[in-house]
């Protein structure tokens, strides 16, 4: 039997422009795919407009397309990790549904997959119609989680995907709430390749993601991927009470053992404030100390598996001992 390609597509109110997106840009390029069994998983993120009954007719027409229609609106990455469990696809791709991403790639992303890509991302390499803002906090977006200590995430790339069945089912048994999907998948590992494209216009409509679900997201992705922010205020902590410990110091000989000859004459509220300073640096430290065991509280209760094993690069794996 031919293998199985499933594209998964999140929808939320795209009344206007789900129709034409699906007939003219998705479907023709789905089906000019040859040598497989094709599907497209439409989840509707309980859109508050008729986005569900477009997509129910367009389920109706066409046996292809299946929908997945969850009970209220949950987001964006739990719609995408929803239809990303239903796919039954060898090779699962991932899309958004505002005609941002071209379908037109498809075929490309497909190709990377033969050649031995397990995970092939679409990354953005050129905004059509941004505004300076937009792409200052993108930039800052992917420099910061650099600096959190997600080495692996390429700056622009975005949930056009595809990964392998392999991929598919090691990402379904991550379990957290919070999630950002492409950050999960790459924490996964496996091979990956990049695809590089120029990020189009809304179809119709305007974006469902605010500034605020977009800064909420972002935070999300620190906290979820990194436990850098728990102990960075400790960092900040340490320099405090080393520049305090030394002023301090200094006062101490200058003032009290020298006699001030240097003529600073630091009163004991200055001397005092330098006292409070070590003080909060002390704290700071503490506090980092409290925070490495609540990263250790924060990893165990996200219940990722502590292992994951690339089945098709091992040799002679013997399932029953590797649980």
């Known amino acids: 039997m031919k293998e199985l390609i499933s594209v998964v597509v999140p929808v939320y109110n795209e009344e206007r422009g789900i129709f034409e997106f699906l007939e003219k840009n998705l479907l023709p390029v789905v089906k000019s795919i040859n040598g497989y069994r094709k599907e497209i998983v439409l989840v509707d993120d309980g859109s508050s407009d008729n986005t569900l009954k477009v997509l129910q007719k367009c389920a109706r027409d066409n046996k292809m397309v299946k929908v997945i229609a969850l009970s209220r609106n949950f987001g964006k990455e739990a719609a995408l990790?929803?239809?990303?469990?239903?796919?039954?696809?060898?090779?699962?791709?991932?899309?958004?549904?505002?005609?941002?991403?071209?379908?037109?790639?498809?075929?490309?992303?497909?190709?990377?997959?033969?050649?031995?890509?397990?995970?092939?991302?679409?990354?953005?390499?050129?905004?059509?119609?941004?505004?300076?803002?937009?792409?200052?906090?993108?930039?800052?977006?992917?420099?910061?989680?650099?600096?959190?200590?997600?080495?692996?995430?390429?700056a622009g790339s975005t949930d056009y995907r595809l990964i392998d069945r392999m991929v598919v089912d090691e990402f379904n048994k991550l379990s957290e709430h919070n999630r950002i999907t492409r950050g999960l998948i790459d924490w996964l590992g496996f091979n990956q390749e990049y695809i590089y494209y120029i990020y189009g216009k809304r179809m119709a409509g305007k974006p469902s993601y605010s500034f605020k679900k977009l800064f909420n997201l972002a935070i999300d992705s620190f906290i979820s991927m990194s436990t850098t922010p728990l102990v960075i205020f400790g960092y900040i902590g340490v320099v405090i009470t080393i520049f305090s410990f030394v002023l301090g110091m200094f006062i101490i000989i200058q003032q009290?053992?020298?006699?001030?000859?240097?003529?600073?004459?630091?009163?004991?509220?200055?001397?005092?404030?330098?006292?409070?300073?070590?003080?909060?640096?002390?704290?700071?430290?503490?506090?980092?100390?409290?925070?490495?065991?609540?990263?250790?509280?924060?990893?165990?209760?996200?219940?990722?598996?502590?292992?994951?094993?690339?089945?098709?690069?091992?040799?002679?794996?013997?399932?029953k001992n590797n649980k």
């Open 81 to 154: 990790s929803a239809g990303i469990f239903y796919a039954k696809g060898d090779a699962v791709i991932t899309i958004d549904a505002d005609g941002q991403q071209p379908p037109k790639l498809i075929p490309e992303f497909i190709k990377k997959w033969e050649e031995g890509a397990e995970i092939v991302t679409g990354v953005r390499k050129h905004y059509t119609k941004h505004g300076l803002v937009q792409k200052l906090g993108s930039k800052l977006f992917y420099k910061l989680l650099r600096l959190m200590g997600n080495k692996t995430t390429v």
């Open 256 to 319: 009290h053992i020298l006699g001030d000859p240097m003529g600073l004459k630091w009163n004991g509220a200055v001397q005092l404030s330098v006292f409070v300073t070590f003080l909060v640096g002390l704290v700071l430290i503490s506090q980092a100390i409290t925070a490495l065991y609540i990263s250790h509280i924060h990893a165990e209760s996200q219940g990722r598996p502590l292992f994951i094993i690339n089945k098709r690069k091992s040799r002679n794996l013997n399932e």
